[in-house]
């Protein structure tokens, strides 16, 4: 009972083999069956989860840009999501004239696909997660490659001028970032000493972005750009390519692409939470490892929010903008992160203390250096035009030029 | 006995996948063809208990290497889009040297006593740290390491400088 | 961190300082000399830290404070180099440090920061001045060095030399910091570049010096070559190897090694008859270069000889016979001290006096080791930097008080001329007063002056020698010295202005005076720490530290620091040679007035004019020398060996290879050759165009051709080694 | 179990469908795609042998692996310089047929 109190998953899921086994069924049987009855239950929770996001999110949104958001359908408009997925469950698949079918309809299912399985190798608990999955960090970075074809596949599928350019925007975004993001990953890879998720965590006596600030903010900032967020949301920038690849989208397929979306935005907090922040580590997690799951979903929400008002903030970027920021800003500066670290960390002794203030010292030169660089390459561009607006209105001083009359 | 039926299934699927990249007729789908056959190459690599492997698998040619081909694809659709023939017109000629190819080399595999083996002792755990540390140590793969990644900046400057745009009057 | 690392950091700080710059700063005057200042500065901090560390510790000279490195492979064994502290180097670290610091602070007003641009001013000239407004008239005021920050470039650079060569416990690191100084002391002679004068005369201290060096590097290679290694330590412990004969002049190897290094000296010391460079030297920015040649580096000579006169001295006890090095030491630093002393008397340029003076004082320490009073050369070299610093300092703060006078008159008067100054106590008073206590210091005045109890030492440790010639010759030379140094003072400050910008010349300010108070107040107290302990009255007093501290160097303290100061002789004579001299100048110089002739003139009459003229040692050395080597170079070299031999026999050379290759080109390469390659250039053509129907620019034609090669390729294989 | 020889057959019909493909598709990005199945069945041949033959410690086992490692980093170069390639030629001579790019015939 008392693993019962500290443990409650864990302990579920330890009873669920006891009773297959108590079946006689043979050991691959019992294994597979858990296995799959695991990853379904987590699909759907985490499905469900998206019900509550989007509440969450438009409720946030709301407040941030001055309105109330849902507050009709329920107490505080909790019940408001339920209500859109009515309505969209209820609308028309349309396929368009032309579409290759196939890709069409595999295109939101990849979509959403690829953000749950990353969920399979997040520990959430000491005990609780899919499978430890010795290169995790690998398996992560390939999913994330799936969901990119899947918006290809939807974009091009679609027989669409716009929802093609929205696949072309989301290809040169998509793989772009995924360089800086996968070389800061490097740094949690390299600390830890392994690839798996499960390990990172463990080693994270002091929270990696303790140790390295400036690559959990390249990882953050590339996982919302791989996100399609605002502001890197040119994949779908309405003003441009009305609603870019899930254009001909409608119904729950589309519903799919939105679902993909609010999941994924979730699963980046979870992430950078596992990864960065601890994940389940806290005081008391050994001991009680729901209190860890508790950590992990606090530390989550938090960047979950933070996420949103960023969202909610920041205008569109431009796309030789955002692909300037890419290779021009990230990419240098997560190479020249992971090298410096790598080498330093080394070089540091095996005290922790240590290696906190050496690493803290390190990645403080480097930002200094970045904010010395820019500023230079700012100065040494010429100044911007100024845009000198035609007057519409004559200003009052103005002698206002009567039309003569002509002499009688 | 279920291993090989999986086995079975795995290379069926990836050679029929791959038989449909070079026989079908839009490159669309021949792209997307070969997604699922390297995927099947992926799961094979994971049946072979290389689990790093079959994850780069996925990362390298799913998610670069066949994205690359389908933006390819798409840049060029206008010309070779669904008409014509794909295939050259002496197809049949090259599908029999192939055939007699391969029967050849199949021969070859079975007359060979030590491709009967089984797998021998699951490789270790460490074994992708080891991986790493020979890819960095200098009696081992340094100089190749390092000769590859030369490679790849050379492809990736070479194929910038190619697929430039130039702007003003180049002929 | 450990003190021992604090020790090789020492020469860093300079080091940096002259990198950044040049590198960086260089555009920056005041940026400059606060990161030239902040280096001397942080080497300062780190030299006293050391030395209040060491002074304390117990038998320093046995167990010095050291660190070394493996350097360079050689074979089996590695080159170390290290730094290490002992009691000389501790004491040797004291006085350079301050002397050092002191001289950067100088510099800044020395070299006019603050003021004005020059209107006229060029990189590698002297300031000329800049005209400025003043109480609403048109005056000229002294104008910034156009090349200020690379002064501080090149003394931190100095500096460093300086300091390496302190520090190191090797002879190769001595002579890396050796050379450095020489490179920095050719560049700040030739400091303002564009004077002719400046160019030769840098050139002169280069190869002068140069001619030393050389002598030294054998000397470092002999040593190598017969005890395996530079280290201090080790070369001292090898004394069987070194006591054998070399089967050169009779002499142990020891010995001849130190003569070798002693030549070496010679050169960096400016002792005859290489001291030809050193009042040349003067011609680097007036005091500060002055004093690097008079006060610091020329001290690198004496501190490699006191390195090393535990090799000179090898065998040697107290009342033996001198060895031969040690005799010829003795020789040439009394002679010197003479020699440069007669020539003093009869300079009339402010800092030429001095220059002659230090070379004197440096023959007499080298004179001191040569009788074997090795503390009291120690302990005179502390002395003398001190006050000869102060003294340079000095001169320069007049000279620049003068040059203020010049700008503001418009007279034309050489502001280094001792003849049209005069008067200049009322003028500037802190100069006055330190220059005062310098030239009392250098005369050996009683008592108070430092000078006074290391000169003393040095007249005892002849005298308790048994070493009469040397003994006679140093104390004439003290008189002569005291004589000098009051006829310079006189000339200078007393009596009344003999020209108008004498007139005028005004106090500098602070950073030219603080450190003439620092040095003034280190050249009267340095003296007491080495007070003997036999002295009349006053010994005891004050414990005589520096004799049992600088004393552990050598195994047994050989001249009387305590014990030996039996008789009362030598005293006597210094206070007789001290007051007597000091009275004299004064009595000879106090009536001297605008336009007269030296004093001195007419009693010596033909003398007179050799002392003016240096003895004309110039001259001789241009005839010897510089004139042969011309003729060698242009007549010898050029004429006749290189136009008529070597050309000759080229050209001639030339000639029948012509010949043989016209012969072949005719005969073998047109017919052959070229018939070759013709012939094999159109068959390649032909053959490509034959071939060029394979070549269709489809891909997949050649990757058909290519699988085909490779499918047959291993048919054949298999069927080779299948059956 | 899996007999060794499957895995290389496999790989020996996937290098033909590839050559196959390579010999006989006219389109240059169809070609490049059959390419990358060739240099994939070589490296499920590297991957089966190393598993069956040099798995255990004793046999070197990073020796496979580091071959793997350079043929995928062969692939990677060769498609992204072939794909520039063939854009380069389309936008020149707006056609990808590998037949009609002969600048190159004698």
């Known amino acids: 009972m008392n693993s019962f109190l500290t443990d409650p998953i864990g302990f579920l899921i330890l009873w669920f083999y006891s009773v297959l086994r108590g079946w006689n069924l043979p050991e691959d049987l019992v294994v597979l069956i858990a296995f799959v009855v695991g990853a379904f239950t987590l699909a759907t929770l985490s499905l469900l989860l998206v019900v509550f996001l989007i509440w969450v999110e438009r409720k946030i949104g709301g407040r941030v840009q001055d309105r ?232 989550t929400s938090l960047m979950y929010f933070l996420g949103l008002l960023i969202r909610f903030t920041l205008p569109r970027f431009r796309i030789d903008q955002m692909l300037a920021l890419n290779w021009k800003l990230l990419v240098p500066l997560s190479l020249v992160t992971v090298s410096l670290t790598a080498i330093v960390d080394k070089l540091a002794m095996n005290n922790i203390w240590v290696r906190v203030i050496v690493l803290l010292l390190v990645n403080l030169i480097i930002w200094l250096s970045l904010q010395e660089i820019m500023e230079r390459v700012y100065r040494s561009r010429p100044p911007r035009r100024t845009v000198n607006y035609p007057r519409l209105k004559p200003e009052a001083d103005e002698p206002v030029v009567q039309p003569e009359t002509p002499a009688a | 006995m279920p291993m090989q039926i999986f086995f079975l299934i795995i290379a069926a699927v990836t050679l029929i996948s791959a038989a449909m990249v070079v026989t079908v007729r839009r490159m669309m789908h021949a792209a997307l063809w070969l997604v699922l056959s390297l995927f099947g190459v992926a799961v094979l690599f994971a049946m072979l208990e290389s689990s790093f492997y079959a994850v780069v698998q996925v990362i390298v040619y799913i998610g670069a290497i066949a994205i690359l081909v389908i933006f390819a694809v798409m840049l060029t659709r206008h010309m070779m889009d669904d008409t014509g023939r794909q295939i ?57 390491f390092e000769v590859s990644s030369v490679l790849l900046l050379a492809a990736l400057i070479g194929s910038i400088f190619i697929a430039v745009e130039r702007k003003g009057g180049q002929k | 961190m450990a003190i021992e690392t604090l020790i090789w950091l020492i020469p860093l700080p300079p080091l940096l300082a002259f990198f950044a710059i040049v590198l960086f700063t260089r555009q920056n005057r005041a940026l400059s000399h606060w990161v030239a200042l902040a280096g001397a500065g ?91 407004k003043e109480h609403g008239h048109r005056v000229t005021v002294m104008s910034v060095e156009p090349m200020y920050s690379r002064f501080f470039a090149l003394i931190s650079l100095f500096a460093f030399g300086m300091y390496t060569l302190v520090v190191s416990n090797n002879l190769l690191t001595l002579f890396i910091g050796w050379e450095i100084m020489g490179l920095c002391s050719y560049l700040l002679i030739g400091f303002w570049y564009a004077r002719p004068s400046a160019r030769d005369a840098a050139v002169k201290a280069f190869l002068t010096t140069r001619v030393g060096d050389v002598f030294m590097l054998l000397g470092l290679a002999a040593l190598y070559k017969i005890t395996g290694s530079l280290n201090y330590s080790d070369i001292f412990g090898s004394t069987t190897v070194l006591m054998q004969n070399s089967g050169i002049l009779g002499m142990t190897w020891a010995g001849l090694i130190a003569l070798l290094l002693f030549i070496g000296t010679m050169g960096k010391s400016a002792q005859f008859p290489l001291h030809v460079w050193l009042p040349d030297a003067m011609e680097g920015p007036t005091p500060v270069s002055a004093m690097i040649h008079a006060a610091t580096m020329v001290s690198a000579g004496i501190y490699l000889a006191l390195r090393f006169f535990p090799l000179a001295a090898m065998g040697w006890e107290p009342g033996m016979p001198l060895t031969a090095t040690m005799t010829v030491m003795a020789t040439i630093g009394s002679f010197t001290a003479l020699f440069a002393a007669t020539i003093a008397l009869a300079q009339n340029d402010i800092k030429k006096v001095l220059a002659y003076s230090t070379i004197s004082q440096l023959g007499y320490m080298i004179a001191a080791l040569g009788v074997g009073a090795y503390v009291a050369a120690a302990f005179h070299l502390l002395t003398h930097a001190f006050f000869k610093a102060l003294l340079f300092l000095g001169s320069g703060s007049v000279i620049h008080g003068m040059e203020h006078g010049v700008l503001h008159t418009g007279e034309h008067v050489d502001p280094q001329d001792m003849t049209q100054m005069g008067g200049l106590k009322s003028k500037m008073p802190v100069t006055f007063w330190t220059f005062l206590i310098g030239g009392l210091a250098l005369s050996g005045f009683p008592l108070v002056t430092a000078g006074f109890w290391s000169k003393d030492e040095i007249l005892s440790g002849a005298f308790n020698g048994g070493q009469w010639v040397v003994f006679i010759t140093l104390a004439v030379s003290a008189l002569l010295t005291a004589f000098y140094t009051m006829r310079q003072i006189t000339l200078t400050f007393l009596g009344a202005p003999r020209s108008k910008a004498a007139e005028h010349a005004t106090e500098n300010k602070w950073v030219m005076t603080l450190p003439l108070v620092v040095l003034a107040v280190f050249a009267v107290s340095a003296g007491w720490v080495g007070i003997p302990k036999g002295f009349p009255l006053l010994g005891g007093i004050l414990p005589d530290w520096f004799a049992e501290f600088v004393g552990q160097m050598v195994r047994t303290a050989p001249e009387g620091g305590g014990e030996g100061h039996g008789s009362i002789v030598p005293l006597i004579t210094s206070l007789v040679v001290a007051l007597g001299g000091l009275y004299l100048g004064w009595l000879t110089y106090r009536k001297f007035g605008r336009g007269q002739s030296d004093a001195l003139e007419k009693p010596l009459g033909a003398l007179y004019a050799w002392l003016r003229n240096k003895y004309y040692f110039d001259e001789l050395y241009a005839m010897i020398f510089v004139k042969p080597a011309r003729w060698v170079a242009e007549t010898f070299s050029y004429q006749w060996i290189d136009r008529k031999l070597i050309d000759g026999f080229l050209n001639g050379v030339a000639r029948i290879v012509w010949w043989l290759g016209e012969r072949l080109r005719n005969g073998f390469d047109l017919p052959v050759i070229n018939g070759a390659g013709d012939v094999t250039a159109e068959g390649t053509r032909e053959m490509g165009h034959w071939m060029k129907g394979m070549q269709t620019g489809r891909v997949q034609q050649y990757m058909v051709v290519a699988i085909s090669v490779v499918v047959v390729l291993i048919a054949f294989l298999i069927y080779r080694y299948s059956g | 179990m899996i007999p060794l020889s499957w895995y290389v057959i496999v790989a020996v019909a996937m290098f033909c469908i590839g050559l196959f493909g390579a010999l006989t598709r006219k389109n240059a990005v169809a070609i490049l795609m059959s390419v990358e199945l060739m240099l994939n069945a070589v490296n499920i041949n590297l991957i089966a042998f190393w598993r069956y033959l040099y798995a255990d410690p004793a046999a070197d086992p990073t020796r496979a692996l580091a071959f793997v490692a350079i043929v995928f980093v062969a692939a990677a170069a060769e498609v992204a310089v072939g794909l520039a390639l063939i854009i380069s030629a389309y936008r020149q001579r707006n056609t990808v047929v590998a037949e009609e790019l002969d600048l190159m015939k004698g």
């Open chain 3, 42 to 132: 942080l080497a300062w901090l780190a030299s006293m830290l050391i030395f209040f560390q060491v002074i304390g510790s117990e038998d320093l000279a046995k167990h010095p404070l050291a660190t070394a490195i493996n350097w360079l492979p050689t074979g089996k064994t590695w080159l170390q180099v290290g730094a290490a502290v002992d009691p000389l180097t501790a004491v040797t670290l004291f006085f350079v440090a301050w002397t050092v610091l002191m001289i950067f602070i100088y510099s800044i007003g020395y070299h006019n920061y603050g003021q004005p641009k020059g209107d006229h001013d060029h990189a590698g000239l002297p300031p000329h001045g800049a005209a400025a």
């Open chain 2, 88 to 144: 050259a017109k002496n197809w049949w000629a090259a599908l029999v040297a192939v055939v007699i190819a391969f029967g050849g080399m199949v021969v070859l595999v079975l007359s060979w006593s030590r491709f009967q083996v089984g797998p021998g002792t699951a490789p270790s755990e460490l074994l992708l740290l080891d991986f790493g540390k020979a890819l960095t140590a200098p009696n081992q793969f340094a100089i190749p």
């Open chain 1, 68 to 299: 109330l958001g849902p507050n009709r359908v329920g107490p505080f408009g909790l019940i408001q999501p339920v209500a859109d997925m009515l309505k969209i469950f209820t609308k028309e698949f349309i396929t368009p004239d032309g579409a290759d079918k196939v890709a069409y309809n595999l295109g939101p299912i990849l979509a959403v696909g690829a953000v749950i399985m990353i969920w399979a190798v997040v520990p959430f608990g000491i005990t609780l997660y899919g499978s430890n999955l010795n290169v995790g960090i690998l398996y992560i970075i390939a999913v994330g490659g799936i969901g990119t074809l899947g918006i290809i596949m939807a974009g091009w599928g679609s027989n669409n001028k716009f929802a093609l350019l929205g696949a072309f925007r989301a290809v040169a975004q998509l793989l772009s970032y995924e360089v800086p993001m996968v070389v800061s990953l490097l740094i949690p890879v390299m600390f830890a000493g392994s690839m798996g998720l499960n390990e990172i965590v463990r080693a994270q006596t002091v929270p990696f972005i303790v140790l390295a600030p400036i690559a959990a903010l390249i990882f953050f900032i590339s996982s919302i750009a791989e996100n399609g967020r605002a502001p890197f949301d040119l994949l779908e920038a309405e003003s441009e390519i009305v609603a870019g690849f899930n254009v001909e989208y409608s119904g729950l397929k589309f519903g799919f692409f939105f679902v993909g979306d609010f999941l994924h935005a979730f699963t980046i907090a979870l992430l950078f939470s596992v990864l960065f922040l601890g994940g389940w580590n806290g005081p008391g997690a050994d001991s009680m490892p729901i209190l860890g799951f508790v950590y992990l979903m606090i530390k």
